[in-house]
Nanobody
Framework: QVQLVESGGGLVQAGGSLRLSCAASGRTTSTYAMGWFRQAPGKERAFVAR????????YYADSVKGRFTISRDNAKNTVYLQMNSLKPEDTAVYYC?????????????????WGQGTQVTVSS
């Protein structure tokens, strides 16, 4: 079992920044990768970013590339999502997820454990 708790969401103006954190506990060494997804009202949950736990290799959705950065601190079992140049269309609930087996890593069903989500609202 892996437990995930997100934090760091909030209200920010367009062009601003936020940093989300995802604290993992339990069998964290069993994870292959960690991902961030987001879900806006009335839309499906969508891939944002992914980081491989051991190598640190990262992947991003085209919509956030160049603005968001995913990182990890394995000693603290924490994954971060630094979000810069935020836009109103970034408004969503952001979810952290743990992937146990190597896969494409961009689909919700690639992930085995999920956090409860944290709200990010970007005002125009």
């Amino acid at each position: 079992q892996v437990q995930l708790v997100e934090s760091g969401g909030g209200l920010v103006q367009a062009g601003g920044s936020l940093r989300l954190s995802c604290a993992a506990s339990g069998r964290t060494t069993s994870t292959y990768a960690m991902g961030w997804f987001r879900q806006a009202p009335g839309k499906e949950r969508a891939f944002v970013a992914r980081i491989i736990r051991t190598s640190g290799i990262t992947y991003y959705a085209d919509s956030v590339k160049g603005r968001f950065t995913i990182s990890r601190d394995n000693a603290k079992n924490t994954v971060y999502l630094q979000m810069n140049s935020l836009k109103p269309e970034d408004t969503a609930v952001y979810y952290c997820a743990a992937e146990l087996m190597a896969g494409a890593g961009r689909r919700t069903y690639d992930y085995n454990y999920w956090g409860q989500g944290t709200q990010v609202t970007v005002s125009s």
